[in-house]
């Protein structure tokens, strides 16, 4: 089981299966919405994320051309994005993991955006100036 929360502690969730993807977003968005140059995510199985506590203090921002971004009211930390369309499809933010999410990301994605400040690792990861095709 894995197990995860917000900065404040007052959300907090298990994942009952592995993920099943993950990569490095570079996009506009996710450098405003991290502060960072990129944001580091995990893509979970449909159905297998529970929130044990906080439900009453999740926000999502929804922007009508892309995925809402679920965050604690209280604390401000980021969550998650959700398919507007299925919500159970969601990308949970690597960083609020308790310990080891059990999966690398394995590709860095909008890196057309990259934050001009810092440097894109030289990892050896496959690179997409847009977003990463589904199944590369
Ligand atoms: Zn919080
Ligand atoms: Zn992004």
Known sequence: MLTGGCLCGGVRYEISEPLVSSNYCHCTRCQRRTGTAASAQGRIAPGSMRILQG????????????????????????????????????????????????IRPSARQFTAYAAAWEPIPDDGLPRFPERRPPGA
Not at 60 to 85: I, N
């Open 55 to 102: 439900e009453e203090l999740l926000r999502a921002w929804r922007p009508a051309d892309g995925s809402a971004k679920v965050f604690c009211s209280e604390c401000g930390a980021h969550m998650w994005s959700e398919d507007p369309k299925d919500p159970e499809i969601r990308a949970v933010r690597l960083g609020s993991f308790d310990g080891d999410p059990g």
